[in-house]
């Protein structure tokens, strides 16, 4: 079946401006997580989702990055101002329920000149 | 807070040189360990999941194996095709169950 999707695959935006990330969980699939993930390291946990709304945001760095997931399915992560800093690959997962394995889509590699 | 380390940082084998990875961890209350496989400009891949200590799992040429402190991934017979990198998690109870921390993974690289 269909795994997760995310697009776009790459994005590339200047210092300052406003992007949005997508995320198409698999089907079925209530639970919904952001990572983000830097070169040489692990992902990092930034938002989880169960249903439309996000239970658990402690791993978002600042007001500046926001996510919503209005229909329970597909998600947006929103990152406003953005700085050179949060250049890194943001990754998208979704699970039947927050008890059961994460299954990742491919990435959205974003990059901030 | 959780921690999970892994080691070496990178590997290099020769084809059908079998080695094995290691995941230590530090949770208060483990509930589960994942290994995943991540390929490069690829989101991680799932691999295992492991919750009590002595448990085993194998999938082709990969067994990974849980103790109550760390986590072996062995690889038996390693092909080039298996040059990935295997990143290790975990789930912890006082985290709740959304959040897993991750290591920053093993770079195994197979050569023919």
């Known amino acids: 079946g269909a795994g997760v999707s995310q697009t776009p695959s790459n994005k590339v935006t200047e210092k300052g401006k406003y992007v949005e990330l997508r995320c198409d969980p698999i089907s079925g699939h209530t639970a919904l997580y952001w990572y983000r993930q830097s070169l040489g390291q692990g992902p990092e946990f930034l938002i989880y989702f169960q249903g439309t709304g996000a239970a658990d945001d402690s791993g978002l760095p600042n007001d500046r990055f926001f996510a919503v997931r209005p229909e329970g399915s597909v998600s947006t992560l929103k990152i406003q101002r953005t700085e050179r800093g949060d250049s890194a690959v943001y990754l998208c997962a979704s699970s039947f329920n927050k008890q059961d394995t994460q299954y990742f889509g491919p990435g959205t590699r974003l990059t901030v000149l | 807070e959780d921690q999970v380390t892994q080691s070496p940082e990178a590997l290099r084998l020769q084809e059908g040189e079998s080695s094995s990875l290691n995941c230590s961890y530090t949770v208060s209350g483990l509930r589960g360990l994942f290994w995943y496989r991540q390929d490069p400009g690829k989101g991680p891949e799932f691999l295992f999941t492991?919750?009590?200590a002595g448990e085993e799992k194998e999938k082709e040429r990969l067994k990974a194996t849980l103790t109550k402190k760390e986590s072996f991934l062995h690889i038996t017979a390693p092909k080039p095709e298996d040059s990935a990198t295997y990143l290790c998690a975990v789930r912890d109870l006082s985290g709740g169950y959304q959040k897993v921390t991750f290591g920053t993974g093993t770079k195994l690289q197979v050569i023919p």
């Open positions: 492991l919750y009590s």
